[in-house]
Structures are given as C-alpha cells and as structure tokens.
C-alpha cells in the first residue's frame, strides 16, 4: 500500500501537480490619462466648489486615472528664471483626487519651477494629499520608479519621464544619485535608463503605461526624436505611451515596433489649463483598455473643451466633430487605426 501512494504522489509531482495553487490570470482593466494641468490665471476655478465637477463623471470612470501636472505645489521658494513659472497649492492636488484621478505625472518643464524648496514641498503635498506622484523623486530611482497597483489580479505599472527641459536648468533640474530632481529622457542616458526601466517591468507587470512629456509646442504632427522614443518603448514592453506638452493635440493609434504592437498618442493637449486660443482648448480624456496580456483592446477618446480654464465634456455635434478632427491628426503621426492595421503616410 505504502508504495502505491508513493507512486500516486511521485506521477503528480511529475504532472506539476505541486499542491500550490496558480496564480489567477489578470482581468482587462481601464486605465484613464489626461494632458496638462496646472492651476494659473482662469484654471484657478478648478480649486473652487465644483471647479472640476463638469469632468468628474469621466476622469472617474475608470480603475486609474492619471494626469500630467505642470506646476510645482508650493507657496515657498524662488521663482526660476524663466519666461513662465507655475505654482498651486496643495489643494490642487485634493482638487484632482477628489474628481477620480488615482496617480500625479509630473515629470515635466514646470514642476520644479520653484526649486528645491518646492521639489521637497510638492512630495510632501502629494502625500499629505493621498496622490501618489511619479517622475519627481528624491533621487534618480525614486524619479523613474513606477506607480504600481493589482486591479483584478491585473499587475499595471505607470512610468513617467520628460524630454522637455530649459537648457539652463537642465543639469540643476535632472535627478541624479546624490540629488533629488526629475526623471530625465532629455539625453542618451536618460533614455536607456527609461526604456531599461520599462523592459525590466515586463517581469514582474501584466500592464505597462508610459506618459511623456516630449514634442514641440503647438506643433501638429510629432518630432523624430518622439516617434524614436515611441518606437523603443513599445519594443521595450509598453503597452501605452501617451505624451503631453505641445498644448494642442496630436494624433494617437497603433504602432508595431519590433515583435510588439502598443498604442501611443503623441499628445492630449492642455486639461486644466488658462487656454483661449482655438486649438489650445482642444481637451478629452484617453480610456485605455488593457488586457493584461500585452496591448491595448480598447482606446476611447471623450472631448472636452476649455472653458473659463477648466474642462467641460462636448456632447452631440461638437463630440462628432471633435472626434473626426482627433482622428484626422494620426496621418502625419503615421499610427494605425487598428492593432492589426496599416499605418498611413502623412
């Protein structure tokens, strides 16, 4: 008797059959991601009683919402020397939670525009508020170390990187090993260390989001050094790279590169945001659908308009209308409309 149950248990040990259970397979989740945020001149409204209510229903409606946030959340320090500087108190930070955004991107050419004294109050605000913030880090890992979070036993991980930085401030303003600052795609180095980052994650993560922060403002289709970007990170295990910066939208899709299809948007355009101009209050909100098994399933873009400095969903004609011209910008960004698509020549 005794070596047949040892027989039964030496075949189930040889089917695999060790006693531990699988891991249960990830679930699709959503993901949302929005374009610039700061909280200057008119956007200020967003601070207020229901400044942000118009949009709350669709930054909410998904499992993590991410937006860019361009201003450093500060009351202290001096300002840097530059055309533009952008502060917020750490209320804008509440503001944003409070509508349904889950995670702070801020690694971009105004979050440190107050310096380090701002650098340490806005990771102070960010927690004190309960938003995770990533690209801005005490050091170089903690600025490219991924928000992580399991929804659904779906395992996502969202990096976030700038290519836009004042050449005088660069070097002061790029996280190193001994000093705190922000994580840097400007160089050769800053990249390999983003897309190291990111083909790294493939172990341990279902799902891989990148947003950037990169382009050339109010330019309509995107750079060669985006496309290059894009291209490797999607080779590397991206899933989705969605950039931000140019203040007018860019168009989004499918891009193959290597032996892997992600999706990319090379720009949301501005979210919260002081914009007037036609094009610069062109604004929405990307659902990214993401199975967990590589890819993007699903990709919807809600429009939204600009008005006294804070996003409204459109609605009827001005949502078609709006759509057609999002989808009318991914010829010259040469995506394809469908992961097993053709990309078209602009």
Same mark, same amino acid.
């Given at each position: 008797?005794?070596? &047949?149950?040892?027989?039964?248990?030496?075949?189930?040990?040889?089917?695999?059959?060790?006693?531990?259970?699988?891991?249960?397979?990830?679930?699709?989740?959503?993901?949302?991601?929005?374009?610039?945020?700061?909280?200057?001149?008119?956007?200020?409204? %967003?601070?207020?009683? =229901? =400044?942000?209510?118009?949009?709350?229903?669709?930054?909410? /409606?998904?499992?993590?919402?991410?937006?860019?946030?361009?201003?450093?959340?500060?009351?202290?320090?001096?300002?840097?020397?530059?055309?533009?500087?952008? *502060?917020?108190?750490?209320?804008? @930070?509440? #503001?944003?939670?409070?509508?349904?955004?889950?995670?702070?991107?801020?690694?971009?050419?105004?979050?440190?525009?107050? &310096?380090?004294?701002?650098?340490?109050?806005?990771?102070?605000?960010?927690?004190?508020?309960?938003?995770?913030?990533?690209?801005?880090?005490?050091?170089?890992?903690?600025?490219?170390?991924?928000?992580?979070?399991?929804?659904?036993?779906? *395992?996502?991980?969202?990096?976030?990187?700038?290519?836009?930085?004042?050449?005088?401030?660069?070097?002061?303003?790029?996280?190193?090993?001994?000093?705190? &600052?922000?994580?840097?795609?400007?160089?050769?180095?800053? $990249?390999?260390?983003?897309? %190291?980052?990111?083909?790294?994650?493939?172990?341990?993560?279902?799902?891989?989001?990148?947003?950037?922060?990169?382009?050339?403002? @109010?330019?309509?289709?995107?750079?060669? /050094?985006?496309? $290059?970007?894009? $291209?490797?990170?999607?080779?590397?295990?991206?899933?989705?790279?969605?950039?931000?910066? #140019?203040?007018?939208?860019?168009?989004?899709?499918?891009?193959? %590169? +290597?032996?892997?299809?992600?999706?990319?948007?090379? +720009?949301?355009?501005?979210?919260?945001?002081?914009?007037? *101009?036609?094009?610069?209050? /062109?604004?929405?909100?990307?659902?990214?659908?993401?199975? &967990?098994? +590589?890819?993007?399933?699903?990709?919807?873009?809600?429009?939204?308009?600009?008005?006294?400095?804070?996003?409204?969903?459109?609605?009827?004609?001005?949502?078609?209308?709006? @759509?057609?011209?999002? /989808?009318?910008? *991914?010829?010259?960004?040469?995506?394809?409309?469908?992961?097993?698509?053709?990309?078209?020549?602009?």
């Amino acid at each position: 008797m005794r070596s &047949g149950v040892l027989a039964v248990v030496a075949l189930l040990l040889l089917a695999g059959c060790s006693g531990e259970p699988e891991a249960p397979a990830p679930q699709p989740i959503t993901v949302n991601v929005a374009g610039d945020v700061h909280f200057a001149g008119s956007s200020a409204a %967003a601070l207020g009683p =229901g =400044g942000l209510e118009a949009v709350a229903g669709v930054l909410g /409606d998904a499992d993590v919402t991410v937006v860019n946030v361009e201003t450093a959340i500060t009351d202290r320090g001096d300002p840097a020397g530059k055309k533009y500087t952008f *502060r917020a108190p750490a209320s804008g @930070l509440g #503001a944003l939670k409070a509508v349904g955004v889950d995670v702070a991107a801020m690694a971009n050419n105004h979050s440190l525009d107050y &310096g380090r004294t701002g650098l340490q109050d806005t990771l102070a605000a960010g927690k004190a508020q309960g938003l995770p913030i990533i690209g801005l880090g005490t050091d170089v890992g903690a600025a490219f170390a991924p928000y992580r979070t399991t929804v659904r036993d779906n *395992r996502l991980a969202v990096f976030d990187a700038t290519q836009v930085l004042d050449t005088s401030l660069a070097t002061a303003w790029t996280a190193t090993a001994e000093k705190p &600052g922000l994580a840097s795609v400007q160089t050769d180095s800053g $990249r390999a260390r983003l897309v %190291a980052a990111v083909k790294a994650e493939r172990g341990r993560s279902d799902s891989i989001v990148v947003v950037l922060h990169y382009g050339r403002e @109010l330019a309509g289709c995107p750079t060669d /050094d985006q496309r $290059r970007i894009a $291209r490797e990170l999607v080779a590397a295990g991206a899933d989705a790279v969605v950039g931000s910066h #140019a203040h007018i939208q860019l168009g989004q899709g499918f891009l193959t %590169a +290597g032996d892997r299809t992600g999706f990319v948007d090379y +720009g949301l355009g501005n979210f919260v945001f002081y914009a007037e *101009r036609r094009g610069t209050v /062109d604004s929405g909100v990307l659902k990214l659908t993401l199975p &967990g098994t +590589g890819g993007v399933s699903a990709a919807a873009w809600t429009p939204a308009t600009i008005r006294s400095g804070v996003p409204v969903p459109l609605t009827g004609d001005e949502a078609a209308e709006a @759509l057609q011209e999002k /989808d009318s910008l *991914r010829a010259c960004a040469e995506l394809a409309a469908t992961s097993g698509g053709q990309a078209r020549k602009g």
